[in-house]
């Protein structure tokens, strides 16, 4: 009998745990498939908190009683504006900024000869002054050819942009030797198209770093008066234009040897825009270098005094602003023999 409860006790509680099993398995069953809101679930619960909430929101500013409390303490109500209002009563301000405008190329032909005195300092000494010019700048340099590697080694070692123009022709005048060097430059740039204010300056002028910068102000032509030193005469002879701000009305002509210079112009007292060699038409010209003779040295003086018009004085507000200083070679020579 002790056997047969026990087996009776086993089988109710099994079928007690597979019983409670499904209850459990059913009970899953149907709440994975219920939605996973809760405010279906418990929506009693919910309510109750909704409610419990309404009892703490601060009332309107138009329920407070202003009666016996302090009105410092009560703010105003914000005022709203809507978004198309905001729209069509803000102006935008916009400032707009000056085009810049590019800076024109100076184009600097310097010829050298042996037959100058100390030509290498004097080179070094132009090269210290035209690296203190702001870029773009282009300096070219011409001289005769030589077996000499010095003066290419002093223009590397500069750092300026420049350009080595070389001949074989041998002259015995000066003067016919540095016109050929600069009707060689005026050639390069004819040939390269290099757009640009184009002066000359020799191995002994000395500038204002002023002088660089009105180049730049140059549509066609410029000029501008220099001054000569006379070492051994101790005096300063006035060369170059008579202007009246920037218009030239006259010139300074110098007497050598009791004889006027008919020339009133020195190669480095005027620059002059560098399309005139190869676009003649776009300056009102009908001629250019191609057309006349291959003295562009000639051609651009004869330009220069037939379009006084167009000419430029340098500085626009008073021309007789000297910024450029020549030295005379022939003189320091004579010094150095003695």
């Not at 099994?14 to 709440?31: N, Q, R, Y």
């Not at 290498?120 to 132009?126: A, D, E, G, S």
């Not at 060097?181 to 020799?202: C, D, K």
């Amino acid at each position: 009998m002790g056997s047969l409860e026990r087996s009776k006790k086993k089988t109710h509680l099994w079928k007690k745990a597979m019983l409670h099993f499904s209850l459990c398995f059913v009970m899953g069953f149907f709440t994975g498939l219920a939605p996973s809101g809760k405010s279906l679930i418990f929506p009693s619960k919910i309510e109750i908190l909704a409610s419990n909430v309404t009892k703490f929101v601060a009332p309107q500013p138009s329920q407070i009683s202003t009666k016996n409390v302090n009105k410092s303490w009560i703010a105003s109500a914000p005022q709203i504006h809507s978004q198309k209002t905001k729209a069509t009563t803000t102006k935008l301000h916009v400032k707009l900024l000056p085009q810049l405008k590019p800076k024109r190329l100076v184009i600097i032909v310097t010829p050298t000869s042996t037959k100058l005195p100390y030509q290498n300092v004097f080179l070094r000494r132009l090269a210290n002054t035209i690296k203190l010019v702001d870029q773009p700048l282009l300096w070219i340099v011409v001289e005769a050819k030589t077996d000499s590697t010095e003066l290419p080694e002093i223009l590397r070692k500069t750092g300026i942009m420049y350009r080595h123009v070389v001949y074989s022709e041998e002259f015995m005048d000066l003067e016919d030797e540095l016109n050929h060097q600069r009707n060689l430059a005026l050639g390069h740039i004819e040939h390269h198209r290099l757009s640009g204010i184009v002066h000359f300056a020799g191995l002994s002028n000395v500038y204002d770093l002023q002088f660089f910068q009105q180049l730049r102000d140059i549509e066609v032509f410029g000029t501008w008066p220099t001054a000569l030193l006379l070492a051994n005469r101790k005096r300063v002879i006035i060369e170059g234009p008579v202007c009246d701000s920037s218009k030239v009305i006259g010139w300074h002509l110098r007497i050598m040897n009791n004889e006027t210079i008919t020339s009133p112009i020195h190669i480095s007292s005027f620059a002059f825009n560098s399309s005139i060699l190869w676009d003649p038409e776009r300056w009102g010209r009908t001629s250019s270098v191609k057309d006349t003779s291959q003295n562009s040295i000639k051609f651009v003086k004869q330009v220069v005094l037939e379009d006084e018009a167009k000419l430029k004085g340098i500085p626009p507000d008073d021309c007789s602003k000297i910024l450029l200083w020549r030295f005379n070679f022939f003189y320091a020579r004579i010094i150095s023999k003695h």
